[in-house]
């Protein structure tokens, strides 16, 4: 919270809600939930906010949500969102400084939302897909260089501080920067001055157009695994010699690029602070402009020992602040301890994003219906009632939680010693520890709100018709199916000798106390998410032998949504487990598999210990069956409905609270 200004602008906060996709245009408008969405950040203390990437060009448009590009239609839509940000000022008065970023990614675009052309400085490939991109002219440079000034004149037009021009994870901007993308032999390439003449024109553009008040970031990546990607030397060389001609205001670096995806929004398979040495090595060598951290810094505490060390002047922390919009006012008024922290699952955010629905968080499913909540805060209700909820999973967690911050008077019951349901076993796998923290955070919110917990309890039916609550909730989720059905075998319902000694679920392996299960494991996988992938990785890592056969082209495919996929199967393969793909078990044989794959059909008998199934739970509905025969009102809400993922509950058990 020490005081810094932005180029005359004082930041309240030294943490930023920096620039990522929200995906919630409408008709290429910003709308209704984008202003929920960035009022929220706003209404929580974030010192800057930098709206999502704006198209410079027509050939710059990369998804279905972009804004439009080259367009005066944005400037009103946009001059609301900004106007109610400035709103929410603090006890100082201060009101976030508002950024827009502005984009293009060369010969990573996307045609099919397009329908133009990827353009690039040498016409090599697109990293998007299997699209070339188009040699740009002369001509056609100065045309996006204009389409740049144009952008941020409409973004002052529109009340932004400032803009952030995008020149991160190799686009358009870094294709002009690096040797391998730009093999131009004209004034645009070649020596390292040619190289830096686009971006320079472009900042310096800017700075004439819009003048001398206006504020000018630059985003930029190091991705040094990645040979034809610049070192981290060649980033610190580009960001000194724009910051010598005082180009930019500010500079911001991230981690991974097109070539290497999956380090661009981290997830738990990576350490914290990802991008905090680069940020550091950048500040090293800056004189004018500031210098920003981002990339795994996850919490209030963690930015405040980036800044305190002096890696960075200010903090970027995206998913944290959509995990929890008020991170910032809860750290600095000393309530660290309330903070909902982003578990790094990708699920909901990016996860929501690549399948092109507006984002959203699985923590916090508030994310997104801001405008349709009334924010991350539900109302307080004007008529409390005695409530009920039966089981402390997700969903019942979630549901107990926000009944009571609106004031109704909760008594949670649950059957197991502890609190959290099969997503604490998630929580057990390797580098999923975040998940056992969510439900501590839980548990002290539960008390903080006075809810009554009750454990060990075996609920029936009588018992919750005898209480008299008004209302009553039931999420007891679902159990393991222990059939071994396999989707690729539709017509079998139960596997052949899944009965037979040594086949456990996963649930079996994973709980507490767990038999150990080690020699040769084969892990079933007919889910293809991490309850798959990660309990193979936890159990070869703990010593047994394990391969994961799954009817699906890969395995842990269904992570590809949360850019998760890859470094799991990494890891696994790092650890010595063995994947095969396109394999269905026909039979377990008590010491061995009978193995087939689906595309020869070849058959073979596998020697294993233990066989470990992966496969949909399912749904305990006796409960309610039994209510409803005894004539008790009751909700049911989680996975005791239909087995599916931890988002849902949570989402179930938030959006139930809210209209009790």
Same mark, same amino acid.
């Given at each position: 919270?020490?005081?810094?200004?932005?180029?005359?602008?004082?930041?309240?906060?030294?943490? /930023?809600?920096?620039?990522?996709?929200?995906?919630?245009?409408?008709?290429?408008?910003?709308?209704?939930?984008?202003?929920?969405?960035?009022?929220?950040?706003?209404?929580?203390?974030?010192?800057?906010?930098?709206?999502?990437?704006?198209?410079?060009?027509? /050939?710059?448009?990369?998804?279905?949500?972009?804004?439009?590009?080259?367009?005066?239609?944005?400037?009103?839509?946009?001059?609301?969102?900004?106007?109610?940000?400035?709103?929410?000022?603090?006890?100082?008065?201060?009101?976030?400084?508002?950024?827009?970023?502005?984009?293009?990614?060369?010969?990573?675009?996307?045609?099919?939302?397009?329908?133009?052309?990827? *353009?690039?400085?040498?016409?090599?490939?697109?990293?998007?897909?299997?699209?070339?991109?188009?040699?740009?002219? +002369?001509?056609?440079?100065?045309?996006?260089?204009?389409?740049?000034?144009?952008?941020?004149?409409?973004?002052?037009?529109?009340?932004?501080? +400032?803009?952030?021009?995008?020149?991160?994870?190799?686009?358009?901007?870094?294709?002009?920067?690096?040797?391998?993308?730009?093999?131009?032999?004209?004034?645009?390439?070649?020596?390292?001055?040619?190289?830096?003449?686009?971006?320079?024109?472009?900042?310096?553009?800017?700075?004439?157009?819009?003048?001398?008040?206006?504020?000018? %970031?630059?985003?930029?990546?190091?991705?040094?695994?990645?040979?034809?990607?610049?070192?981290?030397?060649?980033?610190?060389?580009?960001?000194?010699?724009?910051?010598?001609?005082?180009?930019?205001?500010?500079?911001?670096?991230?981690?991974?690029?097109?070539?290497?995806?999956?380090?661009?929004?981290?997830?738990?398979?990576?350490?914290?602070?990802?991008?905090?040495?680069?940020?550091?090595?950048?500040?090293?060598?800056?004189?004018?402009?500031?210098?920003?951290?981002?990339?795994?810094?996850?919490?209030?505490?963690?930015?405040?020992?980036?800044?305190?060390?002096?890696?960075?002047?200010?903090?970027?922390?995206?998913?944290?602040?959509?995990?929890?919009?008020?991170?910032?006012?809860?750290?600095?008024?000393?309530?660290?301890?309330?903070?909902?922290?982003?578990?790094?699952?990708?699920?909901?955010?990016?996860?929501?994003?690549?399948?092109?629905?507006?984002?959203?968080?699985?923590?916090?499913?508030?994310?997104?219906?801001?405008?349709?909540? &009334?924010?991350?805060?539900?109302?307080? /209700?004007?008529?409390?009632?005695?409530?009920?909820?039966?089981?402390?999973?997700?969903?019942?967690?979630?549901?107990?939680?926000?009944?009571?911050?609106?004031?109704?008077?909760?008594?949670?019951?649950?059957?197991?010693?502890?609190?959290?349901?099969?997503?604490?076993?998630?929580?057990?796998?390797?580098?999923?520890?975040?998940?056992?923290?969510?439900?501590?955070?839980?548990?002290?919110?539960?008390?903080?709100?006075?809810?009554?917990?009750?454990?060990?309890?075996?609920? /029936?039916?009588?018992?919750?018709?005898?209480? %008299?609550?008004?209302?009553?909730?039931?999420?007891?989720?679902?159990?393991?199916?222990?059939?071994?059905?396999?989707?690729?075998?539709?017509?079998?319902?139960?596997?052949?000798?899944?009965?037979?000694? &040594?086949? *456990?679920?996963?649930?079996?392996?994973?709980?507490?106390?767990?038999?150990?299960?080690?020699?040769?494991?084969?892990?079933?996988?007919?889910?293809?998410?991490?309850?798959?992938?990660?309990?193979?990785?936890?159990?070869?890592?703990?010593?047994?032998?394990?391969?994961?056969?799954?009817?699906?082209?890969?395995?842990?495919?269904?992570?590809?949504?949360?850019?998760?996929?890859?470094?799991?199967?990494?890891?696994?393969?790092?650890?010595?487990?063995?994947?095969?793909?396109?394999?269905?078990?026909?039979?377990?044989?008590?010491?061995?598999?009978?193995?087939?794959?689906?595309?020869? +059909?070849?058959?073979?008998?596998?020697?294993?210990?233990?066989?470990?199934?992966?496969?949909?739970?399912?749904?305990?509905?006796?409960?309610?069956?039994?209510?409803?025969?005894? %004539?008790?009102?009751?909700?049911?809400?989680?996975?005791?409905?239909?087995?599916?993922?931890?988002?849902?509950?949570?989402?179930?058990?938030?959006?139930?609270?809210?209209?009790?």
């Amino acid at each position: 919270m020490q005081p810094l200004s932005l180029r005359g602008r004082p930041l309240r906060s030294r943490i /930023t809600f920096g620039a990522h996709t929200a995906n919630m245009s409408v008709d290429g408008l910003p709308s209704e939930r984008h202003v929920g969405y960035y009022r929220e950040r706003a209404r929580g203390g974030a010192g800057m906010i930098v709206v999502e990437p704006v198209p410079v060009h027509r /050939t710059a448009v990369l998804t279905r949500g972009n804004f439009r590009a080259d367009d005066d239609a944005v400037i009103a839509p946009f001059r609301r969102l900004v106007d109610v940000c400035r709103a929410e000022t603090d006890a100082d008065g201060l009101a976030p400084v508002m950024m827009l970023q502005l984009y293009h990614v060369g010969q990573h675009g996307d045609a099919d939302n397009s329908f133009e052309p990827n *353009w690039s400085p040498s016409g090599l490939p697109s990293y998007h897909d299997a699209d070339g991109s188009h040699e740009m002219s +002369g001509d056609e440079i100065v045309e996006i260089i204009e389409s740049f000034v144009r952008a941020a004149t409409r973004a002052q037009a529109a009340g932004f501080d +400032g803009v952030e021009i995008f020149a991160a994870y190799h686009a358009l901007v870094d294709q002009f920067w690096t040797p391998w993308s730009n093999r131009r032999t004209d004034e645009w390439g070649g020596s390292f001055e040619n190289r830096m003449r686009l971006s320079a024109a472009i900042l310096g553009g800017i700075r004439e157009a819009c003048g001398d008040d206006f504020v000018v %970031g630059l985003a930029v990546n190091v991705d040094p695994d990645v040979g034809a990607s610049l070192s981290l030397a060649e980033m610190c060389e580009i960001v000194a010699w724009h910051d010598e001609r005082r180009l930019m205001d500010y500079v911001t670096c991230g981690t991974g690029s097109y070539f290497d995806f999956y380090k661009l929004m981290p997830t738990s398979l990576y350490p914290a602070d990802l991008g905090v040495p680069y940020a550091a090595a950048l500040k090293a060598v800056t004189t004018h402009a500031l210098v920003q951290a981002e990339s795994h810094v996850r919490t209030y505490d963690g930015a405040n020992a980036v800044l305190a060390a002096g890696h960075a002047d200010l903090v970027s922390i995206v998913r944290g602040q959509i995990a929890d919009p008020h991170l910032v006012d809860k750290g600095r008024s000393g309530r660290g301890g309330e903070v909902r922290q982003c578990i790094s699952c990708n699920q909901l955010c990016w996860g929501r994003r690549s399948r092109d629905y507006f984002i959203s968080c699985l923590v916090n499913p508030s994310a997104g219906r801001e405008f349709e909540w &009334g924010g991350d805060v539900g109302p307080r /209700t004007t008529e409390p009632k005695s409530i009920v909820v039966v089981g402390g999973g997700p969903a019942g967690l979630e549901a107990a939680r926000v009944a009571a911050e609106r004031g109704h008077r909760v008594q949670l019951v649950e059957a197991s010693t502890v609190l959290g349901g099969q997503f604490r076993l998630a929580g057990l796998q390797p580098t999923r520890h975040q998940i056992v923290e969510l439900i501590e955070w839980y548990e002290r919110e539960l008390g903080r709100l006075g809810v009554e917990v009750e454990l060990g309890r075996a609920v /029936t039916a009588a018992w919750l018709g005898e209480l %008299g609550a008004d209302e009553v909730v039931i999420a007891i989720g679902a159990a393991p199916a222990r059939a071994g059905f396999q989707r690729a075998v539709p017509l079998v319902d139960r596997l052949e000798g899944v009965d037979r000694p &040594g086949v *456990w679920a996963i649930h079996d392996v994973l709980e507490p106390g767990a038999p150990v299960v080690g020699g040769r494991v084969l892990v079933l996988d007919d889910v293809g998410d991490w309850r798959g992938i990660g309990t193979a990785m936890h159990l070869q890592e703990a010593g047994a032998a394990v391969t994961v056969v799954t009817s699906a082209a890969v395995v842990g495919g269904g992570l590809f949504h949360s850019a998760a996929d890859v470094p799991a199967r990494k890891r696994f393969a790092s650890a010595g487990g063995e994947m095969r793909p396109f394999t269905v078990v026909d039979a377990w044989l008590g010491d061995r598999a009978r193995l087939r794959s689906t595309l020869t +059909g070849e058959v073979e008998e596998v020697a294993f210990d233990h066989l470990v199934i992966a496969e949909t739970a399912v749904p305990r509905s006796s409960l309610s069956l039994e209510l409803t025969e005894a %004539g008790v009102a009751h909700h049911t809400i989680g996975d005791c409905v239909a087995a599916r993922r931890a988002s849902l509950a949570i989402y179930e058990g938030k959006s139930l609270a809210l209209r009790l």
